[in-house]
T-cell receptor
Framework: KQEVTQIPAALSVPEGENLVLNCSFTDSAIYNLQWFRQDPGKGLTSLLLIQSSQREQTSGRLNASLDKSSGRSTLYIAASQPGDSATYLC?????????????FGKGTHLIIQP | DAGVTQSPTHLIKTRGQQVTLRCSPISGHKSVSWYQQVLGQGPQFIFQYYEKEERGRGNFPDRFSARQFPNYSSELNVNALLLGDSALYLCASSWDSYSYEQYFGPGTRLTVT
């Protein structure tokens, strides 16, 4: 059974810093991995999707990398802003595709101090 | 284009009652998935439907059921509600059942008293 772990559970940094959020998964046979942000009491907003054949994806100030062999993904946020404050979740999809659904970590609660 | 929509936004039910939650996917998306998110945890997979057929089921009891309609909208039904069913129920849509991004709706907050 796939298990996804996110470290750290919470992070508070001053505005302007570059930061890295970590995601690890126990079964490297994933189909793809997706990063989301969630604002309090709200739904999930998709940030980046990395297919198993890809090493990284970039969108604006966000860069996500994937290392299947080590079971790790990182989300890099450049020049952080107070509006980046949210919970960030990573989720893997197993080799069974849709039958597996997404397996989520518990998230990293990020606070950017103005 | 409108995103994924869910109704109702909030719901309060009593133990033992039944509830139906609704989801409309993004136009053109044929896959709908349901997730349960308990406070402080990541979402857990309940069901996936693609082209009106169940394609995946998570580790949830038979009290949970779902269906997808010809217009690709979906309903999630929960019978014999328990206090532990209190959660945010999220619906996600996608072009297909596995390879494309999942886009989530705002969720339905269910409280069971």
């Amino acid at each position: 059974k796939q298990e996804v772990t996110q470290i750290p559970a919470a992070l508070s940094v001053p505005e302007g810093e570059n930061l890295v959020l970590n995601c690890s998964f126990t079964d490297s046979a994933i189909y793809n991995l997706q990063w989301f942000r969630q604002d309090p009491g709200k739904g999930l907003t998709s940030l980046l999707l990395i297919q198993s054949s890809q090493r990284e994806q970039t969108s604006g100030r966000l860069n996500a990398s994937l290392d299947k062999s080590s079971g790790r993904s990182t989300l890099y946020i450049a020049a952080s802003q107070p509006g980046d404050s949210a919970t960030y979740l990573c989720a893997s999809r197993g080799p069974g595709g849709g039958a597996d659904g997404l397996t989520f970590g518990k998230g990293t609660h990020l606070i950017i101090q103005p | 284009d409108a995103g994924v929509t869910q109704s109702p936004t909030h719901l309060i039910k009593t133990r033992g009652q039944q509830v139906t939650l609704r989801c409309s996917p993004i136009s053109g998306h044929k896959s709908v998935s349901w997730y349960q998110q308990v406070l402080g945890q990541g979402p857990q997979f309940i069901f996936q439907y693609y082209e009106k057929e169940e394609r995946g089921r998570g580790n949830f009891p038979d009290r949970f059921s779902a269906r997808q309609f010809p217009n690709y909208s979906s309903e999630l039904n929960v019978n014999a509600l328990l206090l532990g069913d209190s959660a945010l129920y999220l619906c996600a849509s996608s072009w297909d059942s596995y390879s494309y991004e999942q886009y989530f709706g705002p969720g339905t907050r269910l409280t069971v008293t």
